[in-house]
T-cell receptor, first 113, second 113 residues
């Protein structure tokens, strides 16, 4: 079965550093998302992306965050200057349309020290 | 603001029994509701979707009901097995055309042999 793949599985960085989280969505999907989950808390929406532009973003997704689809297969989340509170599991997801089910990757555990 | 509540943080049942999980929401009228399974350290996995005009949906041992008057969904697992032990997440559509989902905090199910 096709799956969403994310790399790396773990990322440790120093506060203030830039990180890029990478995702390869399912090939025929058109909608892409980033969610995050702080340990013990809810899965939270960050951003949705369609047709090479952001379709919606949450309050969490401030100017320090950006997304990009640099080619036909990758989808990235960049955090420009990481803060301690950015430590979380970041999930990439994709879907065929905006209504049906989302397929999630296994996540990247980001630890900001 | 929109709020989703899932019943109790943990549910312990005996193998073979039916597990019933509850999802309540307020200040919202979702077009559809989804249930996901999440295992520790993994991304959510889609289980079932039910639309606002549907009362009940079944898939193998799973059944979901959706009562838009009570603003509640019930998720049942019949003939439960230890392999069903996981956290189950309720999710509502957060907007009409971007695919954003709003997740509940989840209910952890433990099925004892």
């Amino acid at each position: 079965e096709p799956e969403v793949t994310q790399t790396p599985s773990h990322q440790v960085t120093q506060m203030g550093q830039e990180v890029i989280l990478r995702c390869v969505p399912i090939s025929n999907h058109l909608y892409f998302y980033w969610y995050r989950q702080i340990l013990g808390q809810k899965v939270e929406f960050l951003v949705s992306f369609y047709n090479n532009e952001i379709s919606e973003k949450s309050e969490i997704f401030d100017d320090q965050f950006s997304v990009e689809r640099p080619d036909g297969s990758n989808f990235t989340l960049k955090i420009r200057s990481t803060k301690l509170e950015d430590s979380a599991m970041y999930f990439c997801a994709s879907s065929e349309g905006f209504r049906p089910k989302l397929f999630f990757g296994s996540g990247t555990q980001l630890s900001v020290l | 603001s929109q709020k989703i509540e899932q019943n109790s943080e943990a549910l312990n049942i005996q193998e073979g029994k039916t597990a019933t999980l509850t999802c309540n929401y307020t200040n919202y009228s979702p077009a559809y509701l989804q249930w996901y399974r999440q295992d520790p350290g993994r991304g959510p996995v889609f289980l079932l979707l039910i639309r606002e005009n549907e009362k009940e949906k079944r898939k193998e041992r799973l059944k979901v009901t959706f009562d838009t008057t009570l603003k509640q969904s019930l998720f049942h697992i019949t003939a439960s097995q230890p392999a069903d032990s996981a956290t189950y997440l309720c999710a509502l559509d957060g907007s009409s055309n971007t695919g954003k989902l709003i997740f509940g905090q989840g209910t952890t199910l433990q099925v004892k042999p």
